[in-house]
């Protein structure tokens, strides 16, 4: 029995088709199934039951596969002991970010990251907060940033910032003429919305105390983008990050941008993990350089209009 072995059985289960398995672990379809049939006479049971397209995965090759799971987790953390001990961050980090955060933060620290540490290959999967936690727990990511808390005993979580938001109200809007708003002021008659699943709708809709169902239209969309040409066009107004507010600055839409009264809302964002994981040196300096890179940014100052300093954890 090798780890190799394990890896093949691993691959093959996980996308139920042994070439599909194959060019996934980089060798040829016979070599992989060569293998596998040598775990199987090894352990006298068949793992897969080839009979059936897809081919399906036996009562006792489950049991195994779970088995297989532990192993190659507790390998990779033995490495991982390694590395730490040595102080040394390398390696490849895979890493779940939220689509609201991945297109304004990861530009901000993925090149300085990368720089710093040349030995790590860093790679930035969009996921939605359920899927990274699906993600972290079954170890097929290493770490998440997303919005919390999250409430689960099995994560850790590690604040990286407070984002304020932003509220943009295009021209004729009947907030237009105010400078800032309270939190009385939004209505979800007019509030233009992300869709379900992600969780900045939640924030919004969490600071709205005006909510009301009798809306004539409802406007829903997955992008940030969209809601700002919907509200463009007449259909509302909507609340963005203060990262996203950060890239209308340059343009004309900047007019358009609003800050709150205090208490000013904000979206708490962290570093998240397994309660298992093992790798923090990468936490410490991922968590260090985000902090450092966002401290004191001040998202929009024109005249007399000062939207909030991004708020670091201490």
Do not use: W
């Not at 040598?38 to 397209?53: C, N, P, V, W, Y």
């Not at 004729?172 to 008659?189: P, Y």
């Not at 410490?284 to 209009?305: A, D, H, P, T, Y």
């Amino acid at each position: 029995m090798t780890l190799v072995q394990l890896e093949y059985v691993l691959a093959v289960a996980e996308s139920k088709n042994f070439t599909i398995a194959a060019e996934k672990v980089f060798v040829t379809q016979p070599t992989l199934s060569m293998q596998i049939q040598k775990l199987e006479a090894e352990l006298g049971i068949d793992i897969f039951d080839r009979s059936t397209h897809p081919i399906k995965i036996t009562s006792i090759g489950k049991k195994v596969i779970e088995q297989i799971k532990v192993i190659l987790s507790e390998t990779k953390k033995m490495k991982l002991i390694v590395t730490e001990q040595k102080e040394t961050i390398e390696g490849e980090f895979i890493v779940g970010v939220i689509p609201t955060i991945i297109p304004t933060l990861v530009p901000i620290f993925y090149k300085a990251f990368t720089s710093k540490f040349p030995k790590v290959k860093l790679k930035i999967v969009e996921l939605k907060t359920a899927e990274i936690l699906e993600q972290l727990k079954n170890d097929k990511i290493d770490f998440g940033i997303a919005v919390t808390p999250i409430n689960n005993d099995e994560y850790i979580e590690e604040v990286l910032f407070y984002e304020p938001m932003v509220a943009y109200v295009p021209p004729g809007h009947r907030l237009d003429d105010k400078k800032e708003l309270s939190q009385d002021d939004l209505d979800t008659k007019d509030l233009l919305i992300l869709e379900e699943g992600h969780c900045f709708r939640n924030n919004v809709l969490s600071i709205c105390r005006n909510y009301s169902r009798d809306s004539k239209i409802t406007v829903e969309s997955g992008n940030f983008d969209t809601l700002i040409k919907l509200a463009n066009d007449g259909f509302g107004m909507t609340i963005l990050p203060a990262l996203q507010a950060k890239d209308l600055e340059n343009s004309k839409l900047s007019e358009n941008l609003k800050g709150f009264k205090k208490p000013v809302p904000t979206r708490e964002v962290s570093l998240i993990y397994y309660h298992t994981q093992l790798r923090m040196g990468f936490v410490r300096e991922l968590k260090n350089l985000i902090q450092s890179l966002v401290r004191g940014m001040i998202f929009l100052e024109e005249g007399n209009r000062t939207f909030p300093q991004l708020s670091i954890n201490k």
